[in-house]
Every structure is written in C-alpha cells, then in structure tokens.
T-cell receptor, first 113, second 114 residues
Framework: NAGVTQTPKFQVLKTGQSMTLQCAQD?????MYWYRQDPGMGLRLIYY???????DKGEVPNGYNVSRLNKREFSLRLESAAPSQTSVYFC????????????FGPGTRLTVL | AQSVTQPDIHITVSEGASLELRCNYS??????LFWYVQSPGQGLQLLLK??????LVQGIKGFEAEFKRSQSSFNLRKPSVHWSDAAEYFC????????????FGKGTHLIIQP
C-alpha cells in the first residue's frame, strides 16, 4: 500500500516548455487534489477532482490544466512553464466528506529557468 | 471566503518544554479544522482534526488541540517536546461543502533547542 505517489520528484524546465506531473493513489479515494507550496505562503489549491470525471478550479488555477484519468490517477499539466511556477507541488487524495483526511504525496520540486 | 492565520512564523522551544502553536480561522459556519506536520523534504502528515463533538481533540505523537468557537481558534499543544518534533506545522480549514480543498495557514516553523 504505497498511498499517494508522485512522479517525478525533481524537474528543471526552461521557460515555455511543457510538462505533466503525475499522481496516483491506491486507497480507492474518490477525491484528489493538486496544491502548490511556496516559501512563506503555505499550500494553495490549484485544482481538485471531487470524483472521477469531474474537475474544479481552486485558488490558483491559472497556467495549469488537469486530467482525472481514472479513479486512481490525477495529472497536472503546465502547457507553457513560467518562472512564477517554480514551486513544490503536492498531490493529495481523500474520501468525499468534508471531515475526511487528505493524504499527501511526497511532492515534486519544479524549477523553471 | 474562509481563511487561516498562524501568527507565529518561527517558534523556538527547549527540548522537554511545553509547546503551543496558534491558529485562528475565519469562517461563517462551524468549520472542519486540521493540523498537519511537514518534516524537511517530506509531504504532509495529519496530526489531528476537529469536525464536531468534544472541543479538545487528541492526535498522534502526543499532540492535542482545542477548538474555541468564541475565539475562532484551534491551537495545537504538546506538554513536552522532543527534538524530533522540529518541523513545519500547518493549520487548515475546510468548509462543509464536501470534497473541496483545504485552506492552509502559512505555517509555523518549530525549532527545538537542546
């Protein structure tokens, strides 16, 4: 039982390049999330998927797209990376209830030059 | 919109001393409140959560938190800290809407002095 896994762990991009961050969970959770963490800012929600087939914007969605590929997988795509997207990205999953715990992956550290 | 304030960016505590980390939230209805811990280079781990019932909540690693509606606070406490408690601590709030995400505070960095 690996929980929430993310690939890659580290990535360096040049401005304008594209990439997809992958996330998978093996807990049979319905809901999945993408957050970004910046120094002194805490974590901010980018997108979430309440259930398979649905996605919704969070607090900071600009410059990102997401795909809920199936119940297990939720990917985050940067179409044209910008230096402002340099951050640590965390994927999380949970059941659907508001009181349910979100379980976090280990993160992807992305640098955009 | 909901928000979370953690007034202390850094806190230094001697090993064996007690600890209290402050968290204030802004939300109209009864919130769902969480404390997470992040060790360097790691993901976030849930320490405890409150959603109803007893306002004093027990968590893992000897932590507890008390929900005070009148003060809009959810402070985290531990009676005696260990060097391994050095980490970043995040308070978070969630509305009752179900599967939407968490709103996090900016975090408190805990330093343990020997």
């Amino acid at each position: 039982n690996a929980g929430v896994t993310q690939t890659p762990k580290f990535q360096v991009l040049k401005t304008g390049q594209s990439m997809t961050l992958q996330c998978a969970q093996d807990m049979n959770h319905n809901s999945m999330y993408w957050y970004r963490q910046d120094p002194g800012m805490g974590l901010r929600l980018i997108y979430y998927s309440a259930s398979e087939g649905t996605t919704d914007k969070g607090e900071v969605p600009n410059g990102y797209n997401v795909s809920r590929l199936n119940k297990r997988e939720f990917s985050l795509r940067l179409e044209s990376a910008a230096p402002s997207q340099t951050s640590v990205y965390f994927c999380a999953s949970s059941e659907e209830g508001a009181a349910d715990t979100q379980y976090f992956g280990p993160g992807t550290r992305l640098t955009v030059l | 919109a909901q928000s979370v304030t953690q007034p202390d960016i850094h806190i230094t505590v001697s090993e064996g001393a007690s600890l209290e980390l402050r968290c204030n939230y802004s939300y109209g209805a009864t919130p769902y409140l969480f404390w997470y811990v992040q060790s360097p280079g790691q993901g976030l781990q849930l320490l405890l959560k409150y959603f109803s019932g007893d306002t004093l909540v027990q968590g893992i690693k000897g932590f507890e938190a008390e929900f005070k509606r009148s003060q809009s606070s959810f402070n985290l406490r531990k009676p005696s800290v260990h060097w391994s408690d050095a980490a970043e601590y995040f308070c978070a709030v969630r509305s009752g809407g179900g599967a939407d995400g968490l709103t996090f505070g900016k975090g408190t960095h805990l330093i343990i002095q020997p």
